[in-house]
């Protein structure tokens, strides 16, 4: 891959209004929007302003997702939650000193059944009216905020055992990662600009998906590399599970059309 990226070729969008739609339109947001209407009086969150567990699976529920002990709808529900926080379609409250699981002078020692964590509340925010009442821009401002939230999460460390990168203080370790936040970041939007530069170039497939190893190699494979060695072909192999996983974040935000890998591979 050549150092210098070329200049991106233009591309006509479509009107604001019908951008803005899509955007409405795209699974994450719908979820966040929903979610967001959603919340009340009884809604639960912990200090990061996550929904508690007990609540995750309600959430789901109320998207439609399926919670059982084996299904994916409370992680869905908990993605599409924290971006209803982040982009203020949903305001948190602090948990309130005489609320169910303040913390109580009379409580248990720590560790004990009696010692609950502290929960708050959360209520529809100011944002939301933007949905129905907003102009376009206000509409794919959101969008844009929630495609924030989806590509911080896609250039974040993969962390396998929690347990290997916690430090002495409590704390994660974030040098025990060897992750470099702003080279992931770069990464992630090197491949996007190949990816819209393969799909819009003459030679590109056209309507056609762009497949992953393609992709992942146009990240690797150097410009004037004849045969690829072992090595680079390994590293092709890398960035597609890479890619496999950032791609399955980015999707449901209507950022990419994906089709993952087949995990029985």
Same mark, same amino acid.
């Given at each position: ?22 955007? +409405?339109?795209?699974? %994450?947001? #719908?979820?966040? @929007?929903? !979610? *967001?209407?959603? $919340?009340? &009086? ?58 169910p699981g303040a913390p109580d002078d009379e409580a248990g020692p720590a560790g004990s059944d009696d010692d609950a964590e502290a929960v708050g509340g959360a209520v529809a925010g100011a944002n939301l009216a933007l949905v129905t ?6 509409? +794919?401002?959101?969008? %844009?905020? #929630?495609?924030? @939230?989806? !590509? *911080?999460?896609? $250039?974040? &460390? ?77 590293q092709v192999s890398e960035a597609m599970m890479r890619l496999d996983d950032q791609f399955r974040l980015l999707e449901p935000v209507g950022l990419v059309d994906y089709q993952p890998v087949d995990e029985a591979l």
């Open positions: 891959m050549p150092e210098d990226r070329p200049t991106l070729p233009p591309v006509l969008l479509p009107p604001e209004a019908e951008l803005a739609r899509a955007a +409405l339109a795209a699974p %994450l947001l #719908a979820r966040a @929007v929903r !979610l *967001a209407r959603w $919340a009340g &009086p009884d809604t639960r969150v912990g200090a990061g302003g996550e929904l508690v567990t007990e609540q995750l699976g309600d959430a789901a529920r109320e998207l439609g997702l399926p919670d059982g002990p084996d299904d994916d709808g409370p992680a869905y529900a908990g993605e599409a939650w924290r971006v209803a926080v982040d982009t203020g379609l949903v305001e948190v409250e602090d948990p309130q000193e005489d609320a009442k907003g102009s376009p821009q206000d509409v +794919l401002g959101l969008w %844009l905020d #929630a495609l924030d @939230v989806v !590509l *911080a999460d896609a $250039a974040a &460390p993969v962390i396998d055992d929690l347990h290997d990168v916690i430090g002495e203080d409590g704390e994660i370790d974030f040098d025990a990662l060897d992750w470099d936040p702003e080279a992931e970041a770069e990464f992630l939007e090197g491949v996007l600009a190949n990816l819209y530069l393969l799909t819009v170039s003459e030679a590109g497939p056209a309507d056609q998906p762009v497949p992953l190893p393609v992709l992942a190699a146009s990240m690797v494979v150097p410009d004037d590399m004849g045969e690829p060695t072992d090595d680079v072909l390994e």
